[in-house]
């Protein structure tokens, strides 16, 4: 798939999410093989006014690149500046934020309150496109009602605006994350516009992309959800779209890549910061394992990366008795083994 200029690996994007998708987790989801990965929304208006923490959303390494950075707000001047910082530090795309349904977000007018402003919607997109030559896409929701008129008028907007490419997660602002993603508007959207359309929602396993694809048409698939704490699912479905049988992660993949997550953790947001918020990634990667509520509750009380580092070890690695996380046997253990590389 080819975003502009930009011509991607695969057709496999990590969705931005909030809290989430900040750069030693989308250096994760890299690794597993998706072809580009999107920050978590910032706010132009934070971007314009030089605020310190909101710049830090733009912070990236070499090797998650190509990176994708997303924006939301509501101003077209704001808007315009905020694309050019974007593009003065360095990201591959940009993206506008014409999803989020949070209620802060929607009383500023920005996320999904630009779909139900078409107007407002092309003065903002005009105005970033003039500014930037940045590959542009917009991640929209359904809009606010669910016949999907609001997504394929706003596509259209955007096309003609000189947008590169649309995501859209097939739900009205008002669902949320109830109910089912309508992936029949995917398709909608694919017949409406000639730009590439990134279909999103409810992917929630390898094979869901293929069916993704198939039903849809789509040119990428955007995973959201079922990459937390298992960006492996980047891998199996490259196997399935190059038609290859697709493995589960084996134990040293897993805690070679829980590792990494807390180097990469400590890296990017120093010790203190890093430690309490790996306390709740760490479940994540460890949820459903064996023993893995013994190992989460003893996690929470460590107060370095070198100590998680350890404690992660020595769960993974079957010596969770000595490292006083639980008591019991190693026979726990071979069966995560033999059932993991299965
Ligand atoms: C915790 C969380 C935070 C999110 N933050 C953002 C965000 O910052 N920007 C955005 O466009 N979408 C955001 N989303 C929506 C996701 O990008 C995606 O559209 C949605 O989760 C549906 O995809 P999925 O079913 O694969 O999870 C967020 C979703 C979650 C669960």
Not at 42 to 70: W, Y
């Amino acid at each position: 798939m080819k975003i502009g200029d930009l011509a991607l690996n695969n057709p496999l994007i990590l969705a931005p999410m909030a809290g989430i998708t900040q750069l030693p987790f989308r250096r994760l989801a890299k690794e597993a093989g998706c072809a580009l990965v999107v920050t978590e929304m910032v706010s132009a208006n934070g971007l314009v006014h030089g605020s310190k923490k909101t710049s830090e959303f733009l912070i990236s390494h070499p090797c998650e690149r190509p990176l994708s950075a997303q924006i939301f707000g509501a101003d077209p001047d704001v808007m315009k500046e905020a694309a050019q910082i974007v593009e003065s530090v360095g990201a591959d795309l940009l993206d506008i934020n014409l999803g989020c349904s949070v209620r802060k977000i929607i009383r500023q007018g920005s996320g999904a309150a630009l779909m139900r402003e078409p107007d407002r919607l092309e003065a903002v997109l005009k105005a970033i496109r003039s500014a930037v030559d940045l590959p542009l896409t917009v991640k929209m929701r359904t809009g606010w009602e669910p016949s999907g008129q609001q997504a394929v008028k706003a596509a259209r907007i955007a096309e003609y605006c000189g947008v590169d490419a649309v995501a859209i997660h097939p739900r009205t602002a008002v669902q949320g994350f109830s109910g089912k993603a309508d992936w029949s508007l995917i398709a909608r959207l694919k017949e409406s516009v000639a730009i590439p359309v990134i279909g999103n929602g409810d992917i929630q396993q390898p094979e869901d992309v293929l069916k993704m694809q198939q039903e849809t048409g789509c040119d990428g698939v955007m995973i959201g959800r079922a990459s937390i704490g298992n960006p492996w699912i980047f891998a199996q479905a490259l196997d399935l779209i190059q038609s290859r049988p697709y493995r589960r992660p084996g134990p040293s993949e897993r805690l070679n890549a829980t590792l990494r997550y807390i180097d990469y953790s400590v890296n990017h947001f120093g010790e203190d910061r890093a430690v309490r918020i790996m306390r709740s990634r760490l479940c994540w990667f460890t949820k459903g394992l064996p023993h893995s509520s013994r190992f989460r509750a003893a996690i929470v009380r460590l107060k370095t990366g070198h100590d998680m580092m350890d404690a992660v070890r020595a769960y993974f690695q079957g010596e969770i008795r000595n490292a006083d996380i639980g008591n019991h046997g190693s026979r726990d253990w071979k069966s995560i083994r033999r059932s993991e590389t299965d």
